[in-house]
């Protein structure tokens, strides 16, 4: 069995994905970076792990993913709380010598003041890691990445500063995602949650009488956020996640209750 995540080695992804490895019910071989989320989700069709983020505590939910669990039949085992400690990497010694950062946009997005306080232009990359390792590749001088301190190893690059994110505590959770039925994997801790999408009928009152089953079975919901569901004219559905188990009376008759309520419900995972 393999984990697949997004990016080069030395990514946030993948060491978060480094980290899970321990948490896992089978044996991992490898843990490989893929060009893109695409990429990911493919390799879990064909039966391994994906290990991708999913929202930032800062910059927001990575639309990208959400989408996908539109279009293929897998599920959430788990998630990992991953801390992102940003870092300035250069060829340079001297961050007065830089005018120009490349990184992923949301890491560029979660270090926009610290750039803008150093006069430093921020330069959209692919991935992070990635962006390190061109700049090493490239030799590319008067440049920085935005990234990890492992990425500063894997090539050869200097740190010129430390945790330069904008926010203290900035947090990106990550989803571990298989093919729905390969039951051989599963992932500790568990974190007593349900992650679902639905679309509310649209009625006066439509989503309230969804929302009002939270309610009335006693269920905390955690996260909702309305996404666009491309099937229709502005269709909107509602990415949501509860706590509880779908081994307790009151979620298995709230969801009942919701799915009769709505034109489109779907479970990504109970975890």
Sequence with gaps: MKIYYQGEPGSYSHLASKNIVSHLSVDIEDIIGQVDFDC????????????LPIENSYAGSIHANVYHFLSHNHTIIGEYDF???HCLLSLEDDISNISEAYSHHQALSQTHQYLRNKNITPKPFGDTAGAAKMISEKQKRGVAAVASTLAAELYNLNILDENIQDQEGNTTKFLIVIKKGNDE?????TKNK????????HIPGGLYNC???FSKYSINMTKIESIPLGTGHFTYGFWTTIE??????NVQEALDDLQAKSQFFKILGAY
């Design 185 to 189: 994997i599963s992932y500790t801790p």
């Design 244 to 249: 509880g188990s779908l081994n307790d009376t």
């Design 211 to 213: 929302l009002e089953v």
């Design 194 to 201: 349900i992650s679902f999408l639905f679309e509310s009928n």
């Design 40 to 51: 990911v989700w493919e390799k879990i069709s064909a039966g391994d792990i994906g290990v």
């Design 83 to 85: 801390e992102v400690q």
